[in-house]
């Protein structure tokens, strides 16, 4: 994995560096855009091996040296640094349950780790959900506050949306977050969910149960 990580940021350094050769010889506004961009999605890769290695290093003392990932394992997801349990493998990727959601990932970014995934206890689960309680009564956040609709938005409308959204959310003390894209012809929701993968604020998305709107809809869960 590391290897596979240290290959792709060498070749975003080498796309970043052809781009700015092009934008010496012959500087243009396109071109100026196209380096900043890449610039942008070299920094998106550095920050992905950063949590890798971090990840890996975390899971070190309790890492599985050759364990398979099957359903049933317990894991790490390296790229977003939490543990969770495989609950099924097709192909070269897995659905992992992270808390109370679920996350479809590469197997290539799945730490295996020794032992049984964590199950919490109901009492445990009780006090969680006490804690919380207390925690959110003194500013309660309204469904409609933690909802956003972005249908109909052009890509890029959308993603200034989104990020202001979610800032404010991550900064209010929100766990989670409900975004509103509709099915149309799937681009809004390719283009959210590819972006989300980046964000410094989720941890996790997954789409919608069937009462929250299914397919149509995103949700988020904070890092935190």
Known sequence: MAASLAEEVEAARE???QVLAGLQSAPTVRKASEASRQLEQWAGSLEKASRVAVSQASSAPEAAPGGAVVPGAR???A???QEGEVLEVTGDEAVVRLGGLRVRRPVADLL????????????RARDDRLRAAEQARPAPL???SRRLDVRGMRVDDLLREVDAFLDRLYAEGALDAVILHGHGTGALKESLREHLKESPYVGAFRRGDPQEGGDAVTVCAFRR
């Open 15 to 17: 796309e970043v560096r």
């Open 75 to 77: 894991v790490r997801v």
């Open 79 to 81: 790229s977003l640094g």
């Open 112 to 123: 295996p780790l020794r032992g049984k995934p964590k199950a919490a206890s109901l009492a």
């Open 142 to 144: 309204t469904s409609v």
